[in-house]
């Protein structure tokens, strides 16, 4: 059995009026804690159900589970016994199907699920609630610790385990007296309108998110690595991002690969070359140093990203040293490093963006000149902008 979740074949889509619950966090994080003093305080509220799981691992003082072993798990999930059920951390969960008859009847059903079984819950359930229930690293492991529970495994797996899914409709980061963020879970329980809408605080976003692992921070330096040198002299592209009075500003910069220069390892240079002469990102610059750079290299999906400070130079030997074909820039973006690391290759990979077969034709597209035309009702661009474009382009490149 995989950690997918999974529906029972008896059950429609869209069950209501009633709402299901589910309670989702990463281990350690309190969820039964919080759902015994939730059970508590609704006791005597008969339209909210508090359904025991399925389990098959043994029972604990901390957890009100139906126990069952491996065989007799199959052999429920062979009759139909289940709502739904799922595969975690080497164990088989289900929900009791008699929550769909609780939920047909208008009930609200809360349950402890993985975080998995959200969007499968979603397309089967007409209400479906989200509580995240969530506290930082340390304390996570702290808490598995002190549970000492055998069937847990190892710690490091269960903290290192990360699941996509949508953000929660609500986030509690459980730190702190527990019967605070209990009162939080009655009131969504209960229908109190505490939906998540506006992410206003570092609390709710951790704990949509979580924390990052060791290997989305153990790869930030203070300076250019051997490796990370490599990356920006292949490097013929890259997104520099600037702040000012006026807000903020990112801008494109293409040259030779290496164009950007490392002077030293906390040093890196790059040539203004000719443009449109807004020099937007200079502006910034000479009034709020702070920058950021992003790095493509084609056929790659790793990209660099490197935050620091900035300031322009005109001085005429470092702006000869950049010369291309005979053409100096007129000044150089002189950059000190405060922290380089790579980016994974998701976003390169979800857009496919080397695909040569996944390239727009420009055809399809409106071209510069249409575009000032419109905007500037026909007194520049147009047609002539178009044709003229290539050659003043070639005539100006450096």
């Given at each position: 059995m995989s950690e997918a979740?999974?529906?029972?074949?008896?059950?429609?889509?869209?069950?209501?009026?009633?709402?299901?619950?589910?309670?989702?966090?990463?281990?350690?994080?309190?969820?039964?804690?919080?759902?015994?003093?939730?059970?508590?305080?609704?006791?005597?509220?008969?339209?909210?159900?508090?359904?025991?799981?399925?389990?098959?691992?043994?029972?604990?003082?901390?957890?009100?589970?139906?126990?069952?072993?491996?065989?007799?798990?199959?052999?429920?999930?062979?009759?139909?016994?289940?709502?739904?059920?799922?595969?975690?951390?080497?164990?088989?969960?289900?929900?009791p199907l008699a929550i769909d008859d609780d939920i047909r009847a208008g009930r609200s059903v809360v349950v402890n699920v993985s975080r998995t079984v959200i969007n499968a819950a979603r397309r089967a359930y007409a209400h479906v609630l989200v509580v995240a229930i969530t506290a930082p690293p340390e304390v996570l492991a702290e808490r598995i610790r002190m549970r000492a529970r055998s069937s847990d495994g190892g710690s490091e797996q269960r903290l290192s385990r990360t699941v996509d899914t949508a953000a929660p409709d609500i986030a509690i980061l459980n730190v702190g007296r527990p019967e605070d963020h209990a009162r939080r879970l009655v009131r969504a329980i209960k229908g109190g309108s505490e939906t998540m809408a506006v992410v206003a605080t570092i609390e709710q976003l951790e704990a949509i998110y979580g924390f990052p692992g060791e290997s989305s921070t153990v790869k930030v330096a203070d300076r250019v690595t051997a490796?990370?040198?490599?990356?920006?002299?292949?490097?013929?592209?890259?997104?520099?991002?600037?702040?000012?009075?006026?807000?903020?500003?990112?801008?494109?910069?293409?040259?030779?690969?290496?164009?950007?220069?490392?002077?030293?390892?906390?040093?890196?240079?790059?040539?203004?070359?000719?443009?449109?002469?807004?020099?937007?990102?200079?502006r910034n610059i000479v009034r709020d140093p702070r920058?950021?750079?992003?790095?493509?290299?084609?056929?790659?999906?790793?990209?660099?990203?490197?935050?620091?400070?900035?300031?322009?130079?005109?001085?005429?030997?470092?702006?000869?040293?950049?010369?291309?074909?005979?053409?100096?820039?007129?000044?150089?973006?002189?950059?000190t490093v405060d922290e380089i690391y790579f980016q994974c290759a998701r976003a390169i990979v979800r857009s496919d963006l080397w695909n040569p077969d996944k390239r727009v034709d420009p055809k399809t597209l409106p071209t510069p000149g249409q575009i000032l035309a419109e905007m500037s009702e026909n007194r520049v661009g147009g047609e002539p902008y178009d044709r003229e474009w290539p050659e003043r382009a070639r005539q100006t490149m450096w």
């Amino acid at each position: 059995m995989s950690e997918a979740p999974v529906l029972s074949p008896y059950t429609p889509s869209a069950i209501g009026p009633g709402r299901l619950v589910l309670v989702v966090g990463p281990s350690g994080a309190g969820k039964d804690t919080l759902l015994g003093f939730a059970k508590a305080a609704c006791a005597d509220d008969r339209n909210i159900v508090f359904p025991r799981r399925v389990v098959t691992r043994e029972a604990s003082s901390a957890e009100d589970n139906v126990a069952l072993t491996a065989d007799q798990f199959a052999e429920a999930l062979a009759r139909g016994d289940f709502a739904m059920h799922w595969e975690a951390h080497g164990h088989c969960y289900g929900l009791p199907l008699a929550i769909d008859d609780d939920i047909r009847a208008g009930r609200s059903v809360v349950v402890n699920v993985s975080r998995t079984v959200i969007n499968a819950a979603r397309r089967a359930y007409a209400h479906v609630l989200v509580v995240a229930i969530t506290a930082p690293p340390e304390v996570l492991a702290e808490r598995i610790r002190m549970r000492a529970r055998s069937s847990d495994g190892g710690s490091e797996q269960r903290l290192s385990r990360t699941v996509d899914t949508a953000a929660p409709d609500i986030a509690i980061l459980n730190v702190g007296r527990p019967e605070d963020h209990a009162r939080r879970l009655v009131r969504a329980i209960k229908g109190g309108s505490e939906t998540m809408a506006v992410v206003a605080t570092i609390e709710q976003l951790e704990a949509i998110y979580g924390f990052p692992g060791e290997s989305s921070t153990v790869k930030v330096a203070d300076r250019v690595t051997a490796s990370y040198r490599v990356l920006i002299e292949k490097s013929p592209f890259a997104a520099l991002a600037t702040s000012g009075p006026e807000g903020l500003d990112c801008s494109p910069r293409g040259d030779l690969p290496g164009f950007v220069r490392i002077h030293d390892e906390r040093t890196l240079m790059m040539p203004d070359r000719r443009g449109n002469n807004r020099i937007d990102s200079l502006r910034n610059i000479v009034r709020d140093p702070r920058v950021a750079v992003l790095f493509l290299i084609p056929g790659s999906g790793s990209t660099l990203r490197v935050n620091g400070r900035a300031h322009l130079s005109a001085d005429p030997d470092l702006l000869a040293s950049f010369k291309v074909e005979g053409k100096a820039p007129r000044t150089v973006i002189v950059m000190t490093v405060d922290e380089i690391y790579f980016q994974c290759a998701r976003a390169i990979v979800r857009s496919d963006l080397w695909n040569p077969d996944k390239r727009v034709d420009p055809k399809t597209l409106p071209t510069p000149g249409q575009i000032l035309a419109e905007m500037s009702e026909n007194r520049v661009g147009g047609e002539p902008y178009d044709r003229e474009w290539p050659e003043r382009a070639r005539q100006t490149m450096w």
